[in-house]
């Protein structure tokens, strides 16, 4: 099976904008996770969805967002973007979500604010 | 709330020594506990888990981890270290109330290994 896909793979985006960035899950995975990883704070969790709603939340200001479609495949955006924005964000999938389960994660996306 | 501690941020070994990473948890419910690797520019790839049974868990390329509930720990070994065992590794901790995936992450430990 194909992993986790990331688009794209990198982004330059400058304060103020908004941007969107796309998860394809591997085929057969209903739950996908976003995370958001920087030196400073290290890997954090935004969301996770399961059928199209979302489950969970980390503690993160409403500028973010996420959805996933009925394939699957999941978005996040990023409103009125900050240089603390600037950041690897990573996906991940799994087939149900449960805590139990093993994460697959994608390469990322890492976006720079400029 | 659930959470982990990794001591030391890098550490350092020589090529066919015994690598140890530690990782220590806090959880107010049993936990569920994962090791990850993380290679540069790429994401997280699982390396073991502990879900529930044998507290000796084996994983892939070698390490395993051992779960000892009362000294809240979940140490990485790997008896010898090769070169391409250097990389970033995250202790991480399932940390949702719902049963449903929330991984809590410690800030990582990036192993350096030399010939």
């Known amino acids: 099976k194909a992993g986790v896909t990331q688009t794209p793979r990198y982004l330059i985006k400058t304060r103020g904008q908004q941007v969107t960035l796309s998860c394809s899950p591997i085929?057969?995975?209903?739950?996908v996770s976003w995370y958001q990883q920087t030196p400073g704070q290290g890997l954090q969790f935004l969301f996770e969805?399961?059928?199209?709603?979302?489950?969970n939340k980390g503690n993160f200001p409403g500028r973010f967002s996420g959805r996933q479609f009925s394939n699957s495949r999941s978005e996040m955006n990023v409103s009125t973007l900050e240089l603390g924005d600037s950041a690897l964000y990573l996906c991940a999938s799994t087939e149900q979500g449960l805590s139990t389960d093993t994460q697959y994660f994608g390469p990322g996306t890492r976006l720079t604010v400029l | 709330a659930q959470s982990v501690t990794q001591l030391g941020s890098h550490v350092s070994v020589s090529e066919g020594a015994l690598v140890l990473l530690r990782c220590n948890y806090s959880s107010s419910v049993p936990p569920y506990l994962f090791w990850y690797v993380q290679y540069p520019n790429q994401g997280l790839q699982l390396l073991l888990k502990y879900t529930t049974g044998a507290t000796l868990v084996k994983g892939i390329n070698g390490f395993e981890a051992e779960f000892k509930k009362s000294e809240t720990s979940f140490h990485l070994t790997k008896p010898s270290a090769h070169m391409s065992d250097a990389a970033e590794y995250f202790c991480a901790v399932s940390a949702s109330s719902t049963g449903f995936q929330k991984l809590v992450f410690g800030t990582g430990t990036r192993l350096l290994v030399s010939p």
């Open positions: 969805y399961f059928s199209e709603t979302q489950r």
């Open positions: 085929s057969g995975h209903r739950s």
